[in-house]
């Protein structure tokens, strides 16, 4: 199975409102992790990062929550938009077998904005 | 300063021909890494490099090579092209400290369908 997983496929939330989509992680070596939104037809776009040693990170309308305890890690956007509407996947950081570190992926969670 | 490119944004296919899909970044970033992104899964690391000259495998590296041979730039070759390889690929450049692949920037992508 993938390391890192989310508990819902699709999210719907009415405009104006706040949205958290939720991702789990199974390594918990893992000292990184990522937050990407994917629209239709582009290549995913940075939003939010976290280190381990942290436990909260916001940024503008949105805020990445890890729970190193239980493995979960999430993304609460505020006062949702219209353009939040796109894939959001979430992805860790994993140590090769050469030390060199690269991100896994989760499979994503399709966020829809209703007017 | 455009970023991450790719080229071409679509092609197609017969089965057994090779093909080799461009990436270049002109931001100077020594992390390079190519995925691939299948319908109802996140994306998955083919190969990745830290810098001109080494380059690294990811979770699904059969059927594919690179190489390296200068910052800008960073070469995903089809060998042998099969039906499996039908996907989207990304191409992604970020700044590396250590060896820690920070923010990434992903390219448009190039859709790849094989017949």
């Known amino acids: 199975g993938e390391s890192v997983g989310l508990h819902l496929p699709t999210l719907s939330v009415q405009e104006g409102d706040n949205s958290i989509i939720n991702c789990a992680y199974s390594n918990s070596a893992s000292d990184y992790f990522i937050w990407y939104k994917q629209e239709s037809g582009k290549g995913p776009q940075f939003i939010i990062d976290?280190?381990?040693?942290?436990d909260k990170r916001q940024g503008q309308r949105v805020t990445v929550l890890l729970n190193k305890t239980v493995k979960h890690l999430s993304l609460q956007i505020a006062a949702t938009q219209p353009g939040d509407s796109a894939v959001y996947f979430c992805?860790?950081?994993?140590?090769?077998?050469?030390?060199?570190?690269?991100?896994?992926f989760g499979t994503g969670t399709r966020l829809t904005i209703i007017p | 300063n455009a970023g991450v490119t790719q080229t071409p944004k679509f092609q197609v296919l017969k089965t057994g021909q090779s093909m080799t899909l461009q990436c270049a970044q002109d931001?100077?970033?020594?992390?390079m890494s190519w995925y691939r992104q299948d319908p109802g899964m996140g994306l998955r690391l083919i190969h990745y490099s830290v810098g001109a000259g080494i380059t690294d495998q990811g979770e699904v590296p059969n059927g594919y090579n690179v190489s390296r041979s200068t910052t800008e730039d960073f070469p995903l070759r089809l060998l042998s092209a099969a039906p499996s390889q039908t996907s989207v690929y990304f191409c992604?450049?970020?700044?590396?400290?250590?060896?820690?692949?920070?923010?990434?920037?992903f390219g448009p992508g190039t859709r790849l369908t094989v017949t």
């Open positions: 992604a450049s970020s700044y590396s400290m250590g060896a820690v692949p920070y923010e990434q920037y």
């Open positions: 931001m100077n970033h020594e992390y």
């Open positions: 976290i280190r381990s040693n942290m």
């Open positions: 992805a860790e950081n994993i140590v090769s077998n050469f030390g060199n570190e690269k991100l896994t």
